[in-house]
């Protein structure tokens, strides 16, 4: 998506570590209008697909997924939580995932109330890198027996290796912008098309 793109090349910093800053658009102070166009862009992509329901992750993928679920007839966003809470009562799909912004893991849990065998599933989020928090939301998926019928991914670092590897094991998997190299020395960022 050349929008995105360009609001990486002008917005975006390259830290060191692999790391893409994004925050003054994207997963900090949100783009609205720039969330619209992605969810646009994923109605297109996913345009054949049955989706009745978008699952992401606390908390950068919420705000676009709530956003791009007005492109998919409304359908309810579930977003799973990063650790328990008081809030979080009855039974629950559980999984653990490291995350590599955090350089930790932490559980992943969804209520059993909002994740039901027959969805079929959108999953979106922000960043993949190598797939660690992709993989536990299809984990979910599974447990629940729900279908997967994407992912929807705003920034891939195709540098390390986790769309790749979804593709490979089958996922229709649509990322906007895939990082193909970024170098903080010099900020330069190359993307794959």
Same mark, same amino acid.
């Given at each position: 998506?050349?929008?995105?793109?360009?609001?990486?090349?002008?917005?975006?910093?390259?830290?060191p570590?692999n790391?893409?800053?994004?925050?003054a658009?994207?997963?900090?102070?949100?783009?609205?209008?720039?969330?619209?166009?992605?969810?646009?862009?994923?109605?297109?992509?996913?345009?054949?697909k049955?989706?009745?329901?978008?699952?992401?992750?606390?908390?950068?993928?919420?705000?676009?997924?709530?956003?791009?679920?007005?492109?998919?007839?409304?359908?309810?966003?579930?977003?799973?939580k990063?650790?328990?809470?008081?809030? /979080? $009562?009855g039974?629950?799909?559980v999984t653990?995932?490291?995350?590599? !912004?955090?350089?930790k =893991? +932490?559980?992943v849990?969804?209520?059993?109330?909002y994740?039901n065998?027959?969805?079929?599933?959108?999953?979106?989020d922000?960043?993949?890198?190598?797939?660690?928090a992709?993989?536990?939301?299809?984990?979910?998926?599974?447990?629940?027996?729900a279908?997967?019928?994407?992912?929807g991914?705003?920034?891939?670092?195709?540098?390390?290796?986790?769309?790749?590897a979804?593709?490979?094991?089958?996922?229709? /998997? $649509?990322?906007?912008?895939?990082?193909?190299?970024?170098?903080?020395? !010099?900020?330069?960022? =190359? +993307?794959?098309?």
């Amino acid at each position: 998506m050349q929008e995105l793109e360009e609001r990486i090349r002008e917005q975006g910093v390259v830290k060191p570590g692999n790391v893409l800053k994004v925050d003054a658009f994207l997963n900090h102070q949100c783009d609205v209008r720039l969330f619209d166009h992605m969810g646009a862009a994923w109605a297109e992509h996913f345009n054949n697909k049955h989706i009745t329901k978008i699952l992401t992750i606390e908390a950068s993928g919420i705000g676009i997924a709530c956003v791009a679920a007005t492109h998919f007839d409304d359908v309810p966003v579930v977003f799973a939580k990063k650790a328990q809470s008081i809030n /979080l $009562d009855g039974e629950q799909y559980v999984t653990h995932v490291y995350s590599f !912004t955090k350089q930790k =893991e +932490f559980p992943v849990i969804v209520s059993k109330k909002y994740l039901n065998a027959g969805d079929r599933v959108l999953l979106i989020d922000d960043f993949l890198a190598n797939g660690k928090a992709l993989n536990g939301l299809i984990e979910l998926c599974e447990s629940a027996g729900a279908i997967v019928e994407g992912i929807g991914i705003a920034i891939e670092k195709g540098f390390q290796g986790g769309g790749d590897a979804l593709r490979e094991a089958g996922y229709d /998997l $649509d990322s906007l912008a895939i990082v193909e190299s970024m170098d903080a020395e !010099t900020g330069a960022i =190359e +993307f794959r098309h």
